[in-house]
């Protein structure tokens, strides 16, 4: 897998650098988002990238958009830069180090609403739970263990918190935000494709525990739009270690994490320097599980 390339200078405006991706106007209402290998921890960009990680996020989420095309509409235009009419003139390395990590995408309107599923009770949602019985007003029967399938996916929406963490909120707050038909539909297509992508998902021996989507306007058709079903984005399990009332590994940045909470660090930037061992674990569990899902190899 090539290493990390980015940054690369452009000639176009850049509208935003987030933590993972590099947003630009690519002129005629789109834009081309590029993936990094920047690895964010409790918030903190890390100062170490993990390489190889934007072409798996990237080339994951063209596999569920292609996988999911006929189901839900998405605002994806072109994934390959050579042929992309905004980057003419660029030179070939920059377009070298800009492939299989960007995307040509139709601007929408993007929903204040993170769309999250989940299929097994963990992470912020069994807190949720021992707390209220219920997660984003959803009650749940009583004595369900860390990591118990639930009998059916749920809808948990959040806010898109520009900055700091997003918070859980009800389906009655995503109306109160979008309307009501849309809000159904947001539940509808993200309880649609969680399902489908789990199930299949299962035939590769991967649970996906939970995931999140988001959704915008584009003609005034919901479309599906970001990263789809990657490491970032949802949590993925080998289903041969899942043991309830443990939490199981997974394939993501927990092994980062994990060393961080083994460090002094009182997540404040700056970050420490992550050990090149961290690196390499890392970089082969997001190499994996993208490999197990979609057959192809990185």
């Keep these: 897998m090539k290493p990390s ?9 850049k509208i935003n650098s987030g933590k993972v991706r590099e947003i630009y106007d690519a002129g005629d209402g789109n834009i081309l988002i590029i993936t ?6 409790f918030d903190v960009i890390m100062n170490d990238p993990i390489p190889g990680k934007g072409i798996v996020l990237n080339r994951m989420s063209l596999f569920w958009f292609d ?19 905004c980057l003419r003139g660029v030179d070939e390395g920059t377009l070298e180090a800009l492939k299989d990590r960007t995307v040509l995408m139709k601007k929408a309107q993007v929903f204040p609403v993170e769309c999250i599923v989940r299929g097994y009770i963990i992470g912020s949602g069994w807190k949720d739970y021992q707390k209220t019985g219920a997660i ?15 009998s059916e ?8 918190a520009e900055e700091g963490h997003d918070e859980n909120i009800s389906f009655d707050n995503v109306v109160e935000l979008i309307g009501g ?8 297509y993200a309880l649609t494709l ?12 991967i649970i996906i525990a939970d995931t999140k989507f988001e959704f915008g306007l584009l003609g005034g058709e919901v479309v599906l739009i970001d990263e789809v079903l990657t490491p970032d984005s949802s949590r993925f399990w080998p289903a041969d270690k899942v043991m309830p009332g443990n939490s199981p590994p997974s394939y ?21 320097k992550l050990p090149e061992e961290i690196i390499e674990k890392t970089s082969a569990a997001y190499r994996e599980i993208f490999e197990k899902l979609t057959g192809d190899v990185l």
């Design 252 to 272: 993501d940045k927990q092994i980062v994490r994990d060393w961080l909470e083994t460090s002094e660090w009182d997540k404040t930037p700056p970050p420490p």
């Design 5 to 13: 390339e980015y940054p690369v200078e452009l000639p176009l405006h």
């Design 153 to 160: 996916p749920i809808f948990t929406p959040s806010t898109k």
């Design 67 to 85: 996988r999911f095309a006929e189901r839900v509409p998405n605002a994806l235009l072109e994934r390959d830069p050579a042929r992309m009419d």
């Design 181 to 188: 038909e849309r809000a159904e539909t947001l539940r509808e």
């Design 36 to 41: 990094s290998d920047r690895l964010s921890a």
């Design 194 to 205: 969680y399902s489908q992508a789990a199930e299949y998902a299962r035939e590769q021996g």
């Design 136 to 150: 984003c007003g959803i009650s749940l029967p009583d004595g369900l263990r860390m990591a118990d399938q639930l």
